[in-house]
């Protein structure tokens, strides 16, 4: 699949076939992931291939209720969790060199832009699970105690997003989108 068309065409999946996703597949989407970029290249992401049918129930317990990806965490035959080691990109020797002040994050207080580094990694990997025919929809609201304790994470880890991977039962919906003209500003 081309580029463009992976990007245009990539819907977030809610309903999964039970058909298990083979390895290769597996590997491929998480190559993507790792491929991404990252501040300074220091690669901070890291990603929990869950297949465990209870351990994806945890996951999807840990949404909020009414939450549709939950029905997605249970119907997929994998989710992936993606994690970050806080106060690594952004930092050099330890001190801070990006600006501004919203690279805070109230519960490390260390610069947060390892959240970027791992949205970029998300998107390499819901792009390249398209790209295989696969399904993924971004899973950013949860409570993270319950998830941490779910999948054991480490300390000094921390967990920034999740989602189900396998083969769709139904198609997504196509989101409307504004004009570039209106996102897009010449000079000033």
Known sequence: MELFEAIK?????????????????????????????????????RY???????????????????????VALTEAPVAIVVCAEPGKAGYTAGDKVTGGSDWKTSTTNKGNLYLFDAGLAMQNLVLAAHALGLGTVFVGAFQVNNVAEAIDLPEGMEMIAMTPLGYPSEGGRTPSRK???ELVFNEQ
């Open 179 to 181: 004009e570039l003209s």
């Open 48 to 70: 929990l291939v869950i297949r465990d049918k209870g351990k994806r129930k945890k996951l999807a317990d840990s949404l909020r209720p009414g939450n549709s990806a939950a």
């Open 9 to 45: 065409t990539r819907r977030s999946i809610r309903h999964y076939k039970t058909d298990l996703v083979p390895e290769e597949l597996v590997q491929k989407v998480l190559e993507a992931a790792r491929w991404a970029p990252s501040w300074s290249n220091r690669q901070r992401s």
